[in-house]
C-alpha cells in the first residue's frame, strides 16, 4: 500500500510536481521526459507511481489519479515569486552590507529573482536543506520567503550578518540557522554530507572560488545540488577551464551555465577594488550603473562524491575579488 | 600607423562592436567589460585601439573617433535574423532529411534561430572559418545567409544531403564546400587546425557525442569555439560527467551550458528508435508534439589544445540514438 512516508527520489518528485500543474493531471510519457529528464528514470518513475496506486498509465499517458496522499511538501503550491520578492526588496531596505574586508557586494534583486526561479525549476528548493556559503546579499532570507525548503543554514564570518538574520529569522515562515564559520578553517565534521543544496557567490579569483566550492562540496550530500556565481569581468578563460576541471573531478557535472547572469550593485567605488588601482590613468571614475555580473553555474554531484584536490597555499590572498595578475 | 589589414584579437573585435553599436559610439569601460569580457583584456583592445588612432580615451570611457579603416567584416550590418529565417525555411521546405541509418533529425526553425542569435551574440560568425559536422538541418545555409562567416564547410556521410547543398550553393551569400565524410575514419590531415567554429549534434550517445568533439577539436585553430547539442532524454547525468571530464581534459573551457535550448522536429515514430522497443507495453502512442530537446553546450579552447582521450572501440554501435542500456 502507498505510504505518505515514502521517500521518493528526485526524477519521482519531479513527475509528480509536473503531473500536479499539467491540464487534467496528465501529461504523455515524451513531455513527461522534457519536463523531468532522462527517459528510463521517468518511466521508473511513473510505474513505481501505478504501483503505490498514484497513475494509471495507458496509450503512453499518465494521469494522476489520487494525490491525496502525496507529502504535503510537493502537494503545496508555490507563493508568486513576485510577493517573496516584495518582501525581500523591503528586508534588503533594512540592511545593506558592503564589508570590503569579507568581500561583500550583494547581487541586486532582480539576480535573485532569477536565482530562485531558476531554483524553482529545477525543483531545488522544495523540501531541500539549503545551504548559503556567506549571505550578504540575505539571498537565504528569499529562500525562506518561498516557504519551501526544509531548513535554510547560513555559514557567515561577518557578525553584522548574523546578527540581522537572527533577528528577523523569527518573522520569516522557514528559521535560518546561522553558523559563524570562517572558510579558511576546515569545516566542522557535524556539517559534513548534511545539505542537499549550496548557493555561492565566491570571491572571484581561482583559489577563492575553489575554497568556497572544496567545502561546499564536503557539506553536500551524495546527490547535492550547487548554484555558484562566476564572473568573467576578472576571471579569464584558462581560470574557468582551471575551476571547472576542479570542480567535475569531485563528481560533479554542470547541468547548466548561465552567462550574463547576476547584475551585482553599484557603490561608485571600483577604483579602490583590490588591483585596480593598477588601471591605466584614464580609467578614472566609477561606473554610473550595474556592469559587474556573474554566470551562473549549476552542478549535480553524478558520480561518486570526491573532496576537492588544490592546494590552497596562499588562498588567504584570493578571498578578495581583484585584478590578478 | 593604422593598417587596415592587421590582424585583430577577439576581445578587440568585439570592442569595435560594440562601440559601432553604442549611442554615440561610446562606451564606459565598465559597460565594454561587461558585453567584451575579462576586464584587462578590454582595456589591452582598447589601448591597441588608441595607438593605431581609432579611439580616444577619456574618463573611463572609450569613444570611436575613426572607423572608417575598420575591416569590411566588422562593420557590415547585420541582417535582421528573421529575414534570414524566412530564406532558410524556404530551403526547408525543398529538402527534408531523416534516414535513421546516418541518426537523422532536424532541429527545428526555431532552434537554429536561437542557436544564430547566441553566436552573433558571441561573435562566433563574422569572418569566421565555421565547419558544420552533419548538416541534416541545413544549418550550414543558415549561417550562409547571415552573410558573416569567411567560410562554410560540412562534413557529410549523407549524399543525399551534399548533393542538395551543391545544388544551391550558388545562390547564396556564401558557398558552402561540402566534404563526404565518415567520422569513423580518422579526419585527413588537410583539416586539422583549420577553423574556427564547429557546430554540431552528435548521436545522443558518450561515444557518439565524443567522436563528433574528437574529430571537431583537431579540425579547431588553437583558440578556436564549438556549439554542441546534448540531450538529457537518452544520456543520463554520470554520462554528462563522462563526456563533460573528456572534453575539459582537451583543453576546452565550457561557457555555456543552456538548457531545453533545442527543440527537435517529430515524425511520430519513436516507437522504432533504437532501444526503445524495450520501453513498457503502455507507451505504445508516439508523440503528438516536440518533445525531444537537447541543451547547448559551447566551449571555447582555453588552454594548449589536446587530442581527446577515449575509446573508441564498438562506436559504430552507439552512432544512432539510442536507450542504453
Known amino acids: ?26 501529461m504523455d510519457i515524451w513531455e513527461l521526459s522534457r519536463k523531468c529528464g532522462y527517459l528510463l528514470d521517468v518511466i521508473k518513475s511513473a510505474e513505481l507511481l501505478k504501483k503505490v496506486g498514484a497513475v494509471k498509465l495507458e496509450n503512453s499517458t499518465v494521469t494522476l489519479t489520487n494525490k491525496i496522499k502525496f507529502p504535503e511538501y510537493l502537494v503545496k503550491n508555490e507563493r508568486p515569486l513576485n510577493e517573496v520578492m ?3 526588496t523591503a528586508y534588503r531596505k533594512r540592511a545593506v552590507f558592503s564589508n570590503d574586508d569579507y568581500d561583500q557586494l550583494s547581487i541586486l534583486p532582480g539576480a535573485v529573482y532569477n536565482k530562485l526561479a531558476v ?19 540575505l539571498f537565504s532570507v528569499a529562500c525562506s520567503l518561498t516557504a519551501l525548503p526544509k531548513s535554510i ?80 569581468v576578472t576571471l579569464n578563460k584558462k581560470q574557468w577551464l582551471e575551476i571547472e576541471k576542479t570542480v567535475l573531478a569531485t563528481g560533479i557535472a554542470l547541468t547548466d551555465i548561465i552567462g550574463d547572469f547576476e547584475e551585482y550593485v553599484i557603490e561608485g567605488n571600483e577604483l579602490t577594488w583590490k588591483g585596480f588601482e593598477k588601471l591605466p590613468k584614464w580609467v578614472n571614475k566609477p561606473a554610473k550603473k550595474p556592469w559587474f555580473v556573474s554566470t551562473l553555474f549549476r552542478g549535480e554531484v553524478a558520480g561518486v562524491k570526491k573532496p576537492i584536490k588544490f592546494s590552497f597555499k596562499d588562498v588567504k590572498k584570493e578571498l578578495i575579488t581583484s585584478l590578478l595578475p
Chains 1, 2 share one sequence.
Request: hydrophobic share 40%.
Open 1 to 26: 500500500m502507498y505510504q505518505s512516508k515514502m521517500k521518493l527520489n528526485k526524477t519521482t518528485e519531479k513527475v509528480i510536481i509536473s503531473l500536479l500543474k499539467a491540464k487534467g493531471n496528465k
Open 153 to 232: 543554514t547560513i555559514f557567515e564570518v561577518d557578525e553584522k550578518v548574523i546578527g540581522f538574520i537572527n533577528k528577523i529569522s523569527r518573522e520569516l515562515p522557514i528559521p535560518i540557522k546561522t553558523v559563524s564559520l570562517n572558510l579558511l578553517k576546515s569545516l566542522p565534521k557535524s556539517y559534513s554530507g548534511s545539505f542537499d543544496v549550496f548557493v555561492a557567490e565566491p570571491p572571484d579569483t581561482v583559489k577563492g572560488t575553489l575554497l568556497f566550492v572544496s567545502r561546499g562540496i564536503q557539506a553536500l550530500r551524495k546527490d547535492g545540488v550547487f548554484y555558484l556565481g562566476m564572473t568573467e
Open 119 to 137: 531554483m524553482l525549476k529545477k525543483n531545488d528548493l522544495r523540501n531541500r536543506d539549503v545551504l548559503c556559503m556567506g549571505d550578504d546579499d
Open 86 to 88: 516584495r518582501k525581500y
